[in-house]
């Protein structure tokens, strides 16, 4: 087998192979991201790295899916879960990636729960992790419901989420279209499934799905077959969680629907090599802008640190946010980059 058929077959980490060609029909009736062969985005600056732009890259990669990598020195927050037998009106945990455990009036909830030592689909093949999770997942408190942006093995950890959905009965999962069949696959029920723009209520919160610029897909034949977004919660404050998007005019939009956000959970790692991941991964100065278009008030960095998905320096994203705060003339105490297991309010 060649290399570029070793290739098609075995890359299986969150950053997969391009697609061949680009959906760009509507269909008949339904939105403009719903093409005629999957989800597409609308962005009309959004354009794709070919095939053959991405593959040189990815095959250089083959290394770090199959093989351990040595811890990372993120620093860390001792967290035993104490902290959580309380439910507080308004915290928010980094625990790693983009997972994150918020408390907020009067519920507990996770972002993209991921727990697992490789983002892959199996134990011995993905992107490793290099830095624990801040908080152990057995010391979560009682969940509410989750939040997932996107199917990518780095956003929705099978691990995880079967652990969860275990030992927190009556939690809900709030999913993007098409993915509540890979929970129903499961046996987890208590899933519901919304389209961009789709809200449902929670309690006294109202969760709304709303847009991202990305991708799809758990193996090479299910290339963006299921949806892609970002979540806004709205209560007596109101939190915006981005996923996993490049930069794009969605977040305008989302801003002067519904913001200012009290929190933007915004992510600033994977962007380079910046050619091939500009269209699906923000830079820190892209979050930044993403940060003021959504009109936050205070902005969580989160997607860095945990994961070797990019070139980056792993601990590279949170030094460039800030020199681009600095340079923004914007105030630091408002852009937080956690430590790992690191507890706020907002």
């Not at 570029?4 to 950053?15: D, F, H, Y």
């Not at 790295?49 to 990669?61: I, R, V």
């Not at 275990?166 to 696959?185: A, I, M, Q």
Request: aromatic fraction near 12%; include cysteine; charge should be negative.
């Amino acid at each position: 087998m060649n290399r570029r058929a070793v290739l098609k077959k075995l890359i299986v980490t969150p950053l997969m192979l391009p697609s061949l060609s680009l959906f760009s029909q509507e269909r008949s009736g339904l939105p403009s991201h719903h093409g005629e062969n999957g989800f597409i985005n609308t962005d009309p600056e959004f354009a794709e790295a070919g095939f053959n732009e991405m593959a040189p890259w990815l095959a250089g990669k083959l290394g770090d899916i199959f093989y351990s990598t040595p811890k990372f020195d993120i620093p860390r927050e001792v967290n035993d879960g104490s902290i959580f037998k309380e439910k507080k009106t308004y915290t928010i945990t980094w625990i790693g990636q983009s997972t994150a455990l918020i408390q907020m009036e009067g519920s507990n909830f996770l972002t993209d729960p991921v727990w697992s030592s490789k983002a892959g689909p199996f134990k011995f093949a993905g992107s490793p992790r290099i830095s624990e999770p801040g908080l152990a997942i057995e010391k979560l408190p009682p969940l509410d419901f989750v939040l997932i942006s996107h199917n990518h093995y780095d956003h929705l950890d099978e691990y995880s989420i079967e652990y969860i959905a275990d030992h927190h009965p009556n939690v809900k999962f709030f999913v993007p279209l098409r993915v509540r069949d890979w929970f129903e696959e499961r046996g987890i029920q208590n899933v519901e499934e919304l389209d961009w723009w789709e809200g449902a209520s929670f309690n006294n919160l109202k969760i709304l799905c709303t847009p991202a610029q990305h991708f799809s897909g758990r193996w090479i034949n299910d290339r963006n077959q299921s949806l892609w977004c970002s979540w806004t919660v709205l209560g007596k404050k109101r939190l915006f969680f981005a996923g996993d998007s490049g930069y794009c005019s969605h977040f305008k939009n989302i801003g002067k629907k519904f913001g200012p956000f009290d929190l933007a959970m915004i992510p600033i790692g994977a962007y380079d090599p910046r050619k091939l991941m500009k269209p699906v991964h923000m830079d820190p100065a892209e979050a930044v802008q993403t940060f003021l278009d959504v009109r936050g008030k205070k902005m969580l960095a989160i997607h860095w640190g945990t994961f070797i998905l990019t070139d980056e320096p792993m601990d590279e994203p949170p030094k460039k946010l800030l020199s681009v705060v600095e340079e923004q003339k914007l105030l630091k105490e408002d852009f937080l980059a956690l430590k790992l297991g690191e507890t706020r309010e907002w």
